[in-house]
């Protein structure tokens, strides 16, 4: 059965470790530019890694989730949430596979030019997608569903609106910070 409720705390889950790996990527971004500092690179960015990772498996869980709203009565939202969702799970994975290739270089001052834009882009598209997901697509779902069956919209659903768009406007800008760093 849909439940956007549940959607929506899979997605708080993964923005969380979305702000976490942010936070975390601005710090490496500092530390990148000195022989001294760069060297505490390489565990930064597998902890990015496994965040970034992290959150790729709460938006696949969200993504299972959504495939059961892709039926009447509100088959359109459904479809959209979920096409968006496989979206995002693939820019996460860009994140995660770049994050991984970073921390193999991530201890050589300036090295790895390619890789940060690896990085930058992935972000900055996954944090796009979180915003759309965040503040259009769940929230049209969650209202479909509080309609056709009488209810209420959710407040999980509402918290990750604010939650979502915050996380997807810092990952798009720390995107856009590395890629151009």
Do not use: H
């Not at 601005?26 to 902890?47: C, D, F, K, Q, R």
């Not at 769940?138 to 939650?163: E, N, W």
């Amino acid at each position: 059965m849909c439940n956007p409720s549940k959607i929506a705390a899979l997605l708080i889950s993964a923005s969380v470790f979305l702000l976490l790996a942010v936070v975390l990527a601005a710090t490496a971004t500092a530390l990148a530019g000195s022989w001294w500092t760069s060297s505490a690179n390489m565990p930064i960015m597998i902890v990015i890694a496994v965040l970034s990772g992290t959150a790729m498996g709460s938006v696949n869980a969200a993504a299972a989730e959504a495939a059961q709203c892709t039926v009447a009565p509100c088959k359109e939202a459904g479809d959209k949430l979920f096409a968006a969702l496989i979206g995002l799970v693939a820019a996460l994975g860009a994140l995660t596979a770049a994050a991984v290739a970073g921390a193999l270089i991530a201890t050589i001052p300036y090295a790895g030019i390619a890789v940060a834009v690896a990085i930058g882009v992935s972000a900055a598209a996954a944090g796009i997608t979180l915003v759309v997901v965040s503040s259009v697509l769940l929230p049209q779902l969650d209202d479909c569903r509080a309609r056709s069956a009488a209810g209420t919209p959710s407040g999980l659903v509402a918290f990750q609106k604010t939650l979502g768009i915050f996380a997807g406007v810092a990952l798009a800008l720390t995107g856009g910070i590395v890629t151009f760093a």
